[in-house]
């Protein structure tokens, strides 16, 4: 096992970490995505590197939840989501939800730090399976 965790939740986010957890438990998650920008270098190796691991899923306060095996690793942009990260998103075929959904989580703070969120922008996607519930 590595020391690599996916963290779904985070103070003040209204419950959205743990839909977040409870939908990776419920089989219902099983891809999550990122701009590559919020990623440094040394981050997104030790991404990369979980690749085939088994991973702890772990909530706002840093308790693991459940463990999942990191199946894939790869990039996608924002303007053709590949269909592996839309329905492991939880949106099927339906790429243009995925698109609207993430448009609304990301975009204001994207224009924030800069870096205004676009077709062209680059996902980093990381597809897993339930391995084990721990706590929850």
């Known amino acids: 096992m590595t020391d690599y965790r996916l963290e779904?939740?985070?103070?003040?986010d209204g419950g959205l970490g743990e839909?977040?957890?409870?939908e990776v438990i419920e089989g219902e998650k099983t891809a999550t995505c990122?701009?590559?920008s919020d990623y440094t270098e040394e981050e997104l190796?030790?991404?990369?590197d979980a690749r085939g691991e088994i991973v702890d899923v772990v909530d706002e306060n840093d308790e693991p939840r459940c463990r999942v095996?990191?199946?894939a690793v790869y990039e996608t942009t924002f303007g053709l989501p590949a269909p592996g990260v839309v329905r492991g998103e939880g949106f099927g075929d339906d790429a243009e939800a995925f698109?609207?959904?993430?448009?609304?989580a990301w975009a204001g703070e994207m224009e924030e730090e800069g870096?205004?969120?676009s077709d062209d922008t680059v996902l980093v996607v990381e597809e897993f399976e339930l391995v084990e519930t721990l706590n929850g």
């Open 8 to 12: 779904f939740g985070w103070e003040g």
């Open 19 to 22: 839909r977040l957890i409870r």
């Open 34 to 36: 990122a701009p590559r």
């Open 45 to 48: 190796a030790e991404v990369v």
């Open 69 to 71: 095996r990191m199946v």
């Open 99 to 104: 698109r609207q959904d993430h448009r609304e």
């Open 115 to 117: 870096n205004p969120l």
